[in-house]
């Protein structure tokens, strides 16, 4: 009989996989799609499983409430802006190397939440994890043969993108007292509301003829990375709590490196695999020293 420990930890697996497949399937996308229409997309279909989800639960959605403001910003920050900027910077950049990029997501959430959390200021072992993560995404953009004049800018996105989602985290704080299913409907139908006419005014979706490979990718990005991701995240938060949950932070860049150099045949430098073992160190370290 399969013991829960090994059913936690296969869920856990489970989730680092589907996250880190967003960024292969980001890549396969952008060979048809322009980037405002992979995020908008992305955010519809991710829409889906979630509102389904809240119906069958019968979740009250709050979108239109006296917080819609709140769920409007957060749609914004934590969704609208980032899915851009990596669908445009993976344009250029490597699905692998925007994995790596995407994953130093909480070292900038530990500096970003010593000045706006209350309980979470840095000390010598969060810092000295920044540090080295940090060091790991300088060495990587010294890497000529993948981060040149031609791409600097995009990889500089992707890594803006992940800033915007520690800010929409941030946020996310200040509803925090509501049920995640009611946040995470609100904030995807508010997403949806914004960037559907940016995308239809700007990029004109209908004059594509997208390849079948990128359509599904794309409908593949919206319904598992974005929609059943975040109800996993939810269900093994509740299930097994917050340290645990955490060590997907581990497994996200390792995965996403794999799956670009096995289906897209990416180059994985000895600078890759380097700045990949120290941004895992790096984040190692700011979770262990949270618990300080």
Request: hydrophobic letters at 55%.
């Amino acid at each position: 009989m399969t013991s829960p420990k090994t059913i936690d930890y296969f869920l856990l697996t489970t989730l680092a996989l589907i996250w880190a497949s967003a960024f292969l399937n980001i890549k396969i996308a952008t060979y048809s799609y322009e980037p405002i229409t992979i995020a908008f997309l992305r955010i519809l279909f991710g829409a889906i499983p979630v509102l389904i989800l809240c119906y069958l639960k019968k979740i009250k959605i709050e979108a239109f409430s006296k917080d819609w403001m709140w769920f409007a910003s957060i749609g914004i920050i934590n969704l609208v802006i980032p899915f851009f900027l990596i669908a445009y910077g993976v344009q250029k950049v490597q699905s692998n190397l925007a994995a790596i990029l995407m994953s130093t997501t909480p070292l900038s959430a530990s500096i970003l939440a010593h000045f706006f959390i209350k309980n979470e200021k840095l000390n010598f072992i969060k810092s000295g994890g920044i540090v080295v993560g940090f060091i790991g995404v300088v060495y990587l953009f010294s890497d000529n043969l993948l981060i040149n004049n031609n791409n600097f800018t995009s990889a500089l996105l992707i890594l803006l993108g992940s800033t915007f989602y520690v800010i929409g985290g941030i946020l996310t704080l200040k509803i925090s007292h509501k049920k995640n299913e009611n946040v995470t409907a609100s904030i995807l139908i508010w997403g949806t509301i914004i960037i559907c006419p940016i995308s239809l005014i700007l990029e004109q979706p209908w004059n594509l003829s997208p390849r079948l490979d990128s359509t599904l990718c794309l409908i593949y990005l919206g319904i598992f990375p974005t929609g059943i991701a975040w109800l996993l995240r939810f269900f093994i938060l509740k299930r097994n709590g917050l340290v645990f949950q955490s060590q997907v932070a581990y497994l996200i860049p390792i995965f996403g490196v794999l799956l670009g150099f096995i289906f897209l045949n990416e180059m994985m430098t000895t600078k890759v695999v380097f700045s990949l073992i120290a941004v895992i160190i790096g984040i190692y370290f700011v979770k262990r020293g949270s618990f300080q």
